[in-house]
């Protein structure tokens, strides 16, 4: 089990990023996180495998805690922890075989890591994984010379090379076309049902979550607004991405009139379009037309 306690990051220029997170994950689940661009997702996943520490809060993975941890043992405890990332991050003049090894790094001597030097079992377990993606034939090729789904395919081999308990993977699709991400979900998919581990997968794709997911995890301002199975997610939809939020742009370049106002409106955390305000809190230009025409025909 993955265990969150009111874990909260607060950046350097007061930024909170997380505020107050509690979240229980057990043994199997594929869990998808999502929200706005700057919700807190990616914070979250690097506060679990510790790339970021967490200002506040605990973290405990199989009832042991994680976020005090430190040397040696934070170094073994990110062994159990497998990261898949958006762009990759494969080493690009390695060979495919040589960059899912590294996901053995953390069991191997100083002196053999430097070399690149692997028993043969672990060998053996990396072509296994590359095997199980459908990439063992690319073994041999340089990294750079594959598509961007095959080396996220890389990439997933190189995490299940490490064994791990967790997996996270932080908007693996973005950097994909459609059908590319689609056998990318359904890698992680066979993954989490074969091998019974937690996978956590962080995306923008609303309708990829409500097909893949055991359960949905909608963060808003750092915060968990809504934790539950994907057939309720319509009913909560806007209480993750916004009803409506307005900004105004450019007050002083407007020329219909000195209290109006341009302002943006956002929906699902996107630009949907953009209106005239007459005075603070006015009705829109479009609104004031038509409360006028509606006067003159009752007059």
């Given at each position: ?47 679990i ?5 967490p ?31 958006q ?28 070399f ?77 049902q ?54 105004v ?5 407007i ?45």
């Open positions: 089990m993955l265990k969150l306690k009111e874990v909260s990051k607060i950046y350097r220029d007061g930024i909170k990023a997380l505020d107050g997170v509690d979240i229980e994950i057990k043994k199997g689940e594929f869990v998808v996180i999502l929200g706005p661009s700057g919700a807190g997702k990616s914070t979250l996943l690097r506060c495998n510790r790339l970021i520490e200002t506040h809060g605990r973290i405990y993975l199989n009832g042991e805690e994680i976020t005090s941890l430190c040397g040696r043992k934070l170094h073994k405890m990110r062994q159990k922890i497998g990261m898949i990332f762009q990759f991050n494969l080493v690009k003049r390695l060979s495919v075989l040589q960059n899912v090894l590294s996901g053995r790094l953390g069991d191997v001597s100083s002196l053999r890591s430097l690149y030097s692997f028993p043969k079992k672990d060998v053996q377990l990396a072509l296994e994984c590359l095997d199980r993606v459908g990439l063992k034939s690319y073994a041999a090729k340089r990294a750079d010379t594959l598509s961007g789904g095959q080396q996220q395919r890389v990439a997933i081999a190189r995490a299940l090379a490490q064994r791990p308990k967790v997996i996270l993977a932080d908007e693996p699709m973005a950097s994909l076309d459609p059908r590319t991400a689609k056998v990318i979900m359904d890698l992680l998919k066979k993954i989490n074969e091998e019974k581990i937690i996978v956590i997968v962080n995306l923008h794709v609303v309708e990829l979550a409500k097909e893949y997911a055991d359960r949905i995890i909608g963060l808003t301002k750092g915060k968990v607004v809504f934790d539950g199975i994907p057939s309720l997610l319509d009913k909560h939809f806007k209480t993750i991405y916004y009803e409506e939020e307005t900004r742009v450019n007050a002083d370049m020329p219909v009139s000195s209290k109006a106002k341009r302002v943006w409106v956002l929906e699902a955390g996107k630009i949907a379009y953009a209106r005239w305000q007459i005075g603070e809190g006015g009705d829109s230009v479009e609104n004031q037309k038509s409360n006028v025409k509606n006067e003159r025909e009752e007059n």
